[in-house]
């Protein structure tokens, strides 16, 4: 659906040449959300720009369903600028006009006729959940609420593409998940394709299908998210991922653990999948009469599956664990014996 070609955009400046964006290919399917994460000044804002066409890449190319951006007429661009469409960080609102006067302003720049236009709007005003508050003016609003007219407003005009910048940096964790709902809803709706860049590692976790780690304007890790968070490879997936974990494996002291289990071995049982909230562990352990303390873990969610770790003290022989390991595997749960 999106093909980013060997895609380079470099800024001239006075200082120095700087490659915001270096040689990045990138692909993304039909109707996935697609994220991509970096910190600070690692190209992401360039690269939004660049599928929007508000920036020309310096070499490569950039094809949204088979236009190639690069090589469009500026008449055919701006055609094709409202079929990708946007929605940013601090909203963007037009703080004079209604609600409803603000998603039917690109209906108005595309020269819909009224008629329809006050229909399409009632009808993403419904969609967004903002029945009643049409006459309002943004400053009357949530942060939730006005990235809801932000949303309807990028709808209007029926894009393939909704670019997310940044969409929830600015609300609270439980406007956050709300929104991103939303996003999921109008994803699978509307069969739209969507592409995020943040900083928030949850954002990723909880609704992209597949992401890219930007750092120094490079792609430098890409995969399915389940992947990403169960085995991140580059050391900025890896950062990401412990912030989101906020990993409490630093607070065990096999030394306590010791003292309190002195006969028992510490596991670490990692799961990916379904079968994170299957009782598998305990029917194995039940199975070959095993004693077990949880000691700490960490289930997360993706948008459709689990994933995660448990550490247990177990006592067990040799044999015994070997035969647990061997079960547990068949289930795709894993089982490293730590160091003590
Ligand atoms: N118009 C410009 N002129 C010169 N340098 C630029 C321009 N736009 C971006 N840059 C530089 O390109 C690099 C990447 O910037 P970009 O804004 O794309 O990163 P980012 O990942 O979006 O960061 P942030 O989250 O802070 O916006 C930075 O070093 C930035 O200073």
Redesign the pocket.
């Known amino acids: 659906m999106i093909d980013i070609k060997k895609a380079t955009k470099t800024?001239k400046?006075k200082a120095a040449d700087?490659k915001?964006v270096d040689e990045v290919d990138l692909h993304v399917r039909q109707g996935e959300i697609f994220g991509v994460i970096?910190y600070?000044?690692?190209?992401?804002?360039?690269?939004i720009r660049l599928l929007n066409g508000l920036e020309r890449p310096t070499s490569g190319d950039v094809v949204i369903s088979g236009d190639t951006l690069t090589s469009m007429t500026r008449p055919a661009l701006r055609k094709k600028r409202q079929k990708v469409s946007m929605i940013f960080q601090h909203f963007n609102l037009l703080w004079s006009r209604t609600v409803a006067e603000n998603i039917s302003f690109p209906l108005e720049i595309a020269g819909v006729p009224k008629k329809e236009r006050e229909k399409r709007v009632a009808e993403l005003i419904a969609l967004v959940g903002l029945t009643g508050r049409e006459d309002n003016h943004p400053s009357q609003l949530s942060g939730g609420q006005k990235q809801r007219v932000g949303i309807a407003r990028a709808l209007s005009n029926r894009p393939e593409v909704l670019l997310c910048d940044e969409a929830t940096s600015a609300l609270d964790p439980e406007t956050t998940d709300e929104v991103l709902d939303l996003l999921i809803r109008i994803r699978d709706e509307m069969d739209l394709t969507i592409v995020l860049?943040t900083?928030e590692m949850h954002v990723i976790r909880k609704i992209c299908d597949r992401g890219a780690v930007?750092e120094n304007?490079k792609v430098v890790e890409t995969g399915p998210i389940i992947k990403l968070f169960q085995n991140p490879e580059h050391s900025v997936t890896k950062r990401f991922v412990k912030d989101d974990i906020n990993d409490e494996e630093s607070a065990l002291s096999f030394e306590e653990v010791k003292e309190m289990f002195p006969a028992s071995k510490v596991l670490k049982l990692g799961f990916v999948g379904s079968q994170s909230r299957a009782p598998i562990v305990s029917q194995v352990i039940k199975k070959y009469n095993l004693d077990l303390n949880i000691l700490s873990g960490n289930i997360k969610r993706t948008n459709n599956e689990s994933y995660g770790h448990l550490y247990v003290a177990i006592e067990a022989d040799e044999e015994k664990l070997g035969l647990l390991g061997e079960e547990l595997a068949e289930h795709d749960v894993t089982v490293e014996v730590e160091q003590q």
């Open positions: 800024f400046t700087i915001a970096g600070s000044g690692a190209g992401k804002s360039t690269l860049i900083h930007m304007g």
